[in-house]
């Protein structure tokens, strides 16, 4: 600190400045030292016009002249600036150095806000709901070929009314098993089964990373649940309904039967309950190509090469992880190449084989297989009617019902019973074959074979439906 002229106050050396005396400071003394006495001085120093004068406790420190700072007047109140002084004084003779002892007083004042803040933090966390680790799990944590979309419905309409609000360091086994029940009464086991996959995952999930694996210390409720004890016994996830010849017959005669309607009656008369010629088409290329209904309604016309013959599915439409999908280049037998020529009649004028009927794009995914699913309501338990929704039994067929899904089981049998090696029916359904090695290694497509087998499969379509005939 430089000492520059040195001044007391008007009473003499050793007394106090009084705060009349500091505050008639001129700014003439800056840079000059005021003397309070016990050891406390202040520099007047002067910033944008103001005079302020900074105060400081001179001590010996292991015999070198040291300096405490106390406080600038007019911002710190003299008494205020002396009692600083005081305290620094006392550490002192003490025996501790004033300068470390501030230092260590900021450490705890900061160590004092982080413990606050650190406290605050884990409220917060211990405060985590279900429908909090959800948000999280859903951005990062899961990526489905459907964009999570399944999922999103699921837990929306089943998972988070219920468990939404519940803390998850609270969630226990029960709050699961309970929610589990409620869909198995409604008669959705399936959802009930692949609900308890997900939330199961998610929690997995969670057991990884913070702040979650801190508040399920206690272990995950979802390894506590076994579904198979809560599903209706004789429930198996894996279908195995097929249609059986006569069961394609009596569909062919049913969309026979709807092709005679729409040829004699109008719009008015209720046509729209009945199945489009759009979906009927769908279902007969399901079953001739082995497709996913899902795939085939999302077909563009660039797709389809009439005179190749093929129709080609790209990675992005076909089913399967994040960068482990395959495109799928499907020939066409007669009976699927004639369904196209049907469609394209139809849908020809739009870049989509199955447009959407108020937007553009195609049409949802779900779409044909709700028809479906609506015209065999006998076999549905549904506690209401659904909203702008078909209800009748016009698709009924045997004692089972059946979904689009099937008829790429139905499909495949035939094949199997045309005596088709089973490899080239997986390739036909785009199923991964083969060891990793092979599948670097083995690169023919087999594309003769499964050309073949697609024409096997079309000309015993062919046969079966002339039988009706």
Same mark, same amino acid.
């Given at each position: 600190?430089?000492l520059g002229m040195a ?12 705060? @009349? ?55 710190? =109140? ?27 007083? @900021? ?57 939404? %609000? ?11 098993? =309970? ?38 210390? %206690? ?6 649940v076994d579904i198979k ?28 039967? #709807? ?29 001739? #190509? ?56 139809? #849908?020809? =004028? ?8 108020n937007k553009e794009g195609?049409?949802?995914?779900? #779409? ?48 199997? @019973? ?31 074979? @499964? ?19």
């Amino acid at each position: 600190m430089d000492l520059g002229m040195a001044r007391y106050p008007r009473g003499k050396k050793g007394s106090k400045w009084t705060v @009349k005396e500091l505050d008639a400071v001129k700014a003439e003394w800056k840079g000059d030292t005021l003397n309070d006495g016990g050891g406390l001085s202040g520099e007047v120093r002067l910033n944008s016009g103001s005079v302020s004068i900074v105060f400081r406790y001179a001590f010996k420190w292991q015999g070198k002249v040291a300096w405490h700072y106390c406080g600038t007047y007019p911002t710190v =109140d003299m008494a205020v600036i002396r009692e600083e002084r005081d305290k620094a004084r006392d550490l002192v003779k003490s025996g501790v150095d004033p300068r470390v002892h501030k230092v260590a007083v @900021k450490i705890e004042a900061q160590a004092a806000i982080l413990e606050i803040i650190r406290v605050d933090e884990q409220k917060r966390a211990d405060a985590l709901t279900f429908n909090d680790l959800y948000g999280i799990w859903i951005k990062d944590g899961v990526s489905r070929s459907d964009g999570n979309k399944y999922i999103r419905q699921s837990f929306g309409k089943h998972a988070i009314p219920v468990l939404g %609000d519940i803390e998850v360091r609270h969630l226990t086994e029960n709050h699961l098993r =309970d929610v589990y029940r409620r869909i198995i009464a409604a008669g959705k086991t399936a959802t009930a089964v692949e609900l308890s996959k997900d939330i199961g995952q998610m929690l997995r999930w969670a057991e990884r990373r913070k702040p979650w694996r801190a508040l399920l210390i %206690d272990g995950n409720p979802a390894e506590l649940v076994d579904i198979k004890q809560l599903v209706p016994k004789g429930y198996t996830k894996e279908r195995k309904r097929q249609l059986s010849i006569g069961e394609i017959i009596q569909l062919k005669r049913i969309f026979d039967a #709807t092709a005679q309607i729409y040829a004699n009656r109008s719009r008015k008369c209720g046509i729209e309950r009945l199945l489009k010629n759009e979906s009927q088409i769908a279902l007969w290329l399901c079953l001739g #190509t082995l497709c996913r209904i899902g795939e085939l309604l999302k077909t563009e016309w660039k797709h389809v090469n009439f005179e190749q013959r093929t129709w080609f599915i790209p990675a992005a439409n076909t089913k399967g992880e994040h960068g482990k999908k395959r495109e799928q280049l499907i020939y066409l037998s007669e009976f699927t190449l004639d369904q196209f020529k049907q469609l394209h009649a139809l #849908t020809g =004028d739009s870049d989509w084989a199955f447009p959407a009927r108020n937007k553009e794009g195609h049409v949802c995914e779900k #779409t044909v297989s709700k028809q479906v699913g609506d015209r065999q309501v006998k076999f549905k338990q549904r506690s209401r009617k659904l909203k702008c929704r078909v209800e009748n039994n016009s698709l009924v067929i045997g004692d089972e019902e059946w979904t689009p899904h099937d008829l790429r089981r139905t499909g495949s049998t035939l094949m199997q @019973k045309l005596k088709i090696n089973r490899d080239i029916i997986n390739l036909c359904q785009n199923h991964v074959i083969g060891s990793k090695i092979d599948r670097v290694y083995l690169l023919d497509e087999y594309t003769d074979e @499964k050309r073949e087998a697609w024409k096997m499969l079309g000309d015993k379509l062919e046969e079966i439906l002339r039988c009706d005939e």
